[in-house]
């Protein structure tokens, strides 16, 4: 009885330091600060409002920049083609759902959802336009199962080291929802997740795994934009989804029945999702085009923003 009492005692008050440490951690931060200087807007949609900017000629061809996911994503990776691509074409740049300066409601968080999202935005907001898209990473996947679904109401793809074929393609099962279910939960979860988006982690994850090329790239300003990003009310309901697998989607078979143009772009020094992921992708479509940017990691159109936004061009040809 003594040594329950003594253990009970002891998770008490670990499960105290936990809470303090966390209602420290969420004070102080501030807003979200915007990545770019657009015109601000909000989509609103079923599951929560989109805050998305908009730069570019009106008439021009309209364009959406779709960001990655990770624990502190928003659009600010994408940041530096923004105003680049606006020169010719309607630019438009949100924040996914559950991220950055978009609202980030407490549901569950799947592939189907932010596909859902695409379809409806690309409906809405450009005027009954074909959208352009540049999506990166596990957006990639949703933004084709999208253009599958929806032909009509896009136009090309480009895609930054993109995953859905053989990669992040694993349905969640039984671990996946135990990660999620703990993620979600108000003390431990929350312990976690601020462990996950700490600094250090931050910058282990920017310098070390292959998101940029130089790890002299990741700067002390990039860094604290990161981490107020990852510190909002509910910042850990859709990571907790994306690291639990529940984002991810094979596309295999829709990218085989899309219709729509695809061009791939790759980092040839992207660590997480290496460019000889780039192989399935020819594989099944031979008419898929290819673009490999030796100076850059993950997040090319951040590393070589000139250079991605003249390939952007040509492809879409619109120089």
Not at 161 to 168: A, D, K
Not at 179 to 198: C, D, E, H, K, M
Not at 267 to 279: N, Q, Y
Not at 282 to 304: N, Y
């Amino acid at each position: 009885m003594k040594r329950m009492y003594k253990l009970a005692l002891g998770t008490g008050a670990a499960l105290g330091l936990m809470v303090a440490i966390n209602d420290r951690l969420s004070k102080g931060v501030g807003p979200t600060p915007r990545s770019v200087d657009g015109e601000q807007h909000f989509y609103q949609w079923r599951e929560g409002a989109i805050y998305y900017e908009v730069a570019g000629p009106r008439d021009a061809p309209p364009l959406l920049l779709v960001h990655g996911f990770n624990a502190a994503a928003s659009s600010f990776e994408l940041r530096r083609i923004f105003h680049l691509l606006a020169e010719d074409f309607r630019v438009y740049l949100p924040d996914l759902l559950g991220f950055g300066r978009s609202e980030r409601p407490a549901i569950d968080y799947t592939s189907d959802l932010y596909v859902d999202l695409w379809c409806d935005f690309a409906r809405d907001v450009p005027n009954r336009r074909p959208l352009h898209v540049v999506a990166s990473s596990l957006s990639s996947a949703h933004l084709v199962a999208a253009a599958a679904r929806h032909p009509e109401r896009f136009g090309g793809l480009v895609l930054v080291c993109p995953t859905g074929v053989q990669s992040l393609v694993g349905r969640p099962g039984l671990r996946g929802a135990l990660a999620r279910g703990i993620l979600r939960s108000p003390i431990v979860g929350t312990t976690l997740f601020n462990l996950l988006v700490a600094r250090r982690s931050l910058a282990y994850y920017l310098r070390q795994r292959g998101i940029y090329a130089d790890p002299r790239s990741v700067t002390e300003t990039m860094l604290d934009h990161y981490y107020i990003v990852s510190h909002q009310p509910g910042a850990r309901w859709a990571p907790a989804a994306f690291v639990s697998a529940y984002l991810n989607r094979d596309v295999s078979q829709e990218l085989v029945s899309l219709p729509n143009p695809v061009h791939l772009v790759w980092g040839r020094r992207a660590g997480l999702t290496p460019v000889e992921r780039a192989e399935p992708f020819l594989a099944l479509r031979p008419d898929i085009s290819l673009d490999v940017f030796d100076a850059a990691g993950l997040l090319v159109p951040d590393e070589q923003p000139s250079a991605f936004a003249a390939l952007v061009r040509r492809v879409f040809h619109a120089t």
